[in-house]
């Protein structure tokens, strides 16, 4: 059986995988330094990638914030890494995206995530919220 379009859950996976053999950090510094692009495809990159170098970090909390018009991504673990800031349409996309894979329509929501990777399964577990001024993603890693 053919799948007829690829889900955004699809796209991540793929995403994923593509860049599982390169510079986490370098390709995420690239898209903050170049022009938006395709706001879909950039979205599911960025995400892929910092999920991926969350992954290589053994961090336990990958953050992404937008407060007051400014976006923030950190990596939690052993310590905090800030991430080169994407840009507030590219946020706005991702969370998207991210709303759109787990079905979550309302202001909160927290649901696992389960990503199939070239050596595994990854289980994450998602957090959104959004509020007047502000809406966050925090991903939760296993470990």
């Known amino acids: 059986m053919e799948i007829a379009e690829r889900n955004y ?5 793929e995403m994923c995988d593509c860049y599982l053999e390169t510079d986490f950090q370098k390709q995420l510094q690239a898209m903050a330094a170049s022009a938006e ?15 991926m170098y969350s992954l290589t970090e053994r961090a336990g909390k990958l953050s992404l914030k937008k407060k007051d018009g400014e976006v923030t991504v950190t990596v939690k673990g052993d310590a905090t890494i800030t991430l080169p800031a994407l840009s507030v349409a590219l946020f706005d996309k991702v969370t998207e995206i991210i709303r759109a894979i787990l079905h979550i329509e309302e202001d909160r929501g927290e649901l696992p995530l389960s990503l199939g990777l070239r050596s595994g399964d990854v289980e994450l577990q998602i957090k959104v919220k959004r509020k007047l001024g502000q809406e966050t993603i925090k991903i939760k890693f296993p470990g």
Request: without cysteine; aromatic residues 4%.
């Open 9 to 13: 859950h699809l796209k991540l996976q």
């Open 37 to 51: 692009g395709d706001l879909e495809e950039n979205g599911v990159k960025y995400l892929s990638l910092a999920i």
